[in-house]
Structures are given as C-alpha cells and as structure tokens.
C-alpha cells in the first residue's frame, strides 16, 4: 500500500520540526509574580515554593535586576503589609508595601511593566478578599476600597490593575475612578476566571492569606463550572476590562481556548503556586525532568491560547530560553 500522506516527513529532524512548530514560549510572554515585605536585607525562601522568595524592598530591587537582565518584561507585585485589620487598611494607604515597591520598581527599572495585584485578602485580618459582616463577604461595600487601592497603584506609577478579588461590579468600579482621576490609559486585567481551586496552598502560605474562617467559595467559581466562567469573563469586559487572567492554568486550558475563542481579548494564563510547587518537587525527588514539564506545560497554556504566562517559573524559562531559543 503506498501511504500518500505521511505526517512523520515532518518530524524528521530537529530543523524541521522547528520550522512547523505551531506554538512558541517567548521570553517576551513571561510575567513574574514577585512578593514585597517592609524591612531591610530580607529575603525569605518561602518553603512550599522553593525558588521564590518574599523581598524587602532593597531585595527586591536587587531581584528585579535579574528579571530586566533576562529581560522579562513584566512583574505582577504582591505586598505582605507589617499589620493587618478588618478593612485591608494597607492595601490602599498610600505608603502601603506595594505602593512603595512600585514607586522604587519605577525609578530603577522605568522600562520595566510593573502591574499590581488588586485586593484585600493579604491585608485584611480575616483573610478574605472583602469586608465582612456577622460572618459574610459583603460585595458591593468592598468596591470603593477595591477602586481606592487600584487608584493608590496607579497614583504610585503603576502600569496595570490586576483585581483578583472577584466581587461582582469590581472592573466597573475601579475603571470609574481610575478615569475620573486621570488614569483612564491604565488597563485592567481582570482575574475574571478564577476558581475556588485546592491548587493555591502554596501562595496562601507566601502571603499570609488563608481565611480564618470558612472558604472563598461564595466569590470564586466552581471548578466544574465552564459556561459560568464565560458570563463572569463577559461581564468583566463589558464594565472595562482589557485583559483576561484565567487562574488556575494546567488543569482549566478548556477555559483558556473557550475564553480566547468567545472573547478575543488577550488572556494571561496564570501557572499558580500549587503547580508550581509540584513540579518543583517532582523534580527534586528525581521523578520529572523539570525543564522539560514546565515547559511543555507553557506551551500547552499557549497552544490552548494563552497570549501571556504568569510563572513562578519565570527565571528559570528565561535562562533556558536564552541558552536554546523559543520552545
């Protein structure tokens, strides 16, 4: 039988392979998620997640001279505050840890794309991501303190929002004020699919923000449910949003294609702390080939149509980027 149609000519060999490939890891793609502290000479390994650290402010500019270096182009600053209150008070003072860690970031680093982290989670004393009342989340009175710390960002030099609370009218709020103040060019991307996901252990532990009660279920979304997301996705849209987080990204690459596909947005994919700490581990037992599963996992978050990557990983993907060239 003489086969007319042999896909395997294509895999010959490596040029070749190369000259097809569909889908590409770019440093250029990488955003890294960076965690702030007050004090001095600090840097913390954070145990569940080894590699990344949380910084004082002169250490984290010592880091991010790394990260220009290798030339990522983008950080996204979480801020571990000295104090925490009832109403996430640090989030939007203008001193607060992030607010300075941009003012700095910007000075040394102007070229850099710095984007803050919205919400209260890490600076409330009851670990959710609103105020509370007789033990529930209330939405629509977080919003203005939401909207406050987007604002107190952007007033520090900031480039993007990123809200990650998921409170319902958030984007909506926050684009209201950044535009009534002068701030109307900042974009906002929206952690607009994030569930309620067992995948986030890790990150809770660097920032200090596990609930003191109950779960974040009645914000974040079911992890079975896909259409939700795209309401959610939508809605995030229509109030302002110019760009989407999909969070968690291994297990929900489904959500990434479908929001690509309905919305047409760009769409970071957000490779979360859980992940990462899996991988990492693996590795260090010997089970895995560490480069070769982040970055196949990189890859499948861009051939499911990821236009961005929000890695931990982000270092090590740039050095070896730069050894070998775009996988």
Known sequence: MELKRRPRRLRANQAIRSMVQENHVRVQDLIYPMFVMMGEKKKLEISSMPGVYNFSLDELILALQEVVKLGIPAVLLFGIPESKDSVGSGAYHEHGIVQEAVRLAKKHFPELYVITDVCLCEYTDHGHCGLIDQGQVLN????????????????????????????????????????????????????????????????????????????????????????????????????????????????????????????????????????????????????????????????????????????????????????????
């Open 140 to 327: 629509d009175p977080t919003l203005d303190l939401l909207a406050q710390t987007a604002l107190s960002h952007a007033l520090a030099g900031a480039d993007m929002v990123a809200p990650s609370d998921m409170m319902d009218g958030r984007v909506a709020a926050i684009r209201e004020l950044l535009d009534k103040e002068g701030f109307s060019h900042i974009p906002i991307m929206a952690y607009s699919a994030k569930f309620a996901s067992g995948f986030y252990g890790p990150f809770r532990e660097a920032a200090g923000s596990t609930p003191q009660f109950g779960d974040r279920r009645t914000y974040q979304m079911d992890p079975s449910n896909g259409n939700e997301a795209m309401r959610e996705t939508e809605l995030d849209i229509e109030e302002g949003a110019d760009l989407i987080i999909v969070k968690p990204a291994m297990a929900y690459g489904d959500i990434i294609y479908r929001t690509k596909q309905k919305c047409g947005v760009p769409v970071a994919a957000y490779n979360v702390s859980g992940e990462y700490a899996m991988v990492k581990a693996a590795s260090a037992n010997g089970w895995i080939d560490e480069k070769r599963i982040v970055m196949e996992a990189l890859v499948s978050m861009k051939r499911a149509g990821a236009d961005l990557l929000i890695t931990y990983h982000a270092l090590d993907v740039a050095n070896w980027l730069r050894e070998e060239g775009p996988v």
